[in-house]
């Protein structure tokens, strides 16, 4: 009965109808919460229908039943990252290591997030004040991962040399 309809919800994600995919596995998991296929199932149709805070849910069971499978990770990843939550995606994409992938995916999001600091500092006055007070704070504020944040002083210094100047009021 399980396998059936199984097999049914994979047809439908090949048919594109992942809602359909959706609904099937979600019957199968109010008979079994912790049915693996239906779970893995469930998470290829979210992300095929881009429902990206389901998946992470989704994900996260898969991830207490094996955590060590790294590609529940790299998804959950990718899942972070498409809903613009950066310092899970990067948090994400370390504990996967196992796959290939993710190397590069965690070095481009990292020098991603360098670049927005980069342009944040320059052509946002309130940042670049939360920034040079605290970089680390501030980037945190903003969302950005700590690895971001880490490089906070040499980002002040390419990106502002003359905002550390001391302001002196004429008498």
């Known amino acids: 009965m399980i396998e059936s ?13 992942w809602t359909d995919a959706v609904s099937v596995c979600r019957s199968i998991l109010s008979k079994d919460a912790d049915h693996v296929g239906a779970l893995e199932l469930l998470a290829k149709a979210q992300w095929k229908g881009s ?28 899942a972070h990252q498409s809903v613009g939550d950066y310092e899970n995606a990067l948090a994400c994409y370390r504990r996967a290591r196992g796959c290939s992938e993710v190397v590069g995916l965690s070095v481009l999001l990292s020098e991603a997030q360098d670049e927005m600091i980069r ?19 501030a980037c945190k504020d903003s969302g950005f991962a700590q690895a971001a944040a880490r490089h906070a002083k040499q980002l002040l210094n390419a990106t502002t040399p003359a905002f550390r100047g001391r302001y002196m009021r004429p008498s």
Do not use: M
């Open 5 to 17: 309809s199984l097999r049914r919800a994979e047809l439908n994600l090949t048919h594109d109808t």
């Open 51 to 78: 429902r990206n805070r389901d998946l992470i849910r989704t994900l996260g069971r898969l991830i207490a039943l094996n955590p060590y499978e790294p590609g529940y990770h790299a998804l959950k990843g990718a």
């Open 119 to 137: 342009q944040l500092v320059a052509e946002d006055p309130i940042f670049r004040i939360r920034y040079a007070r605290n970089p680390v704070q």
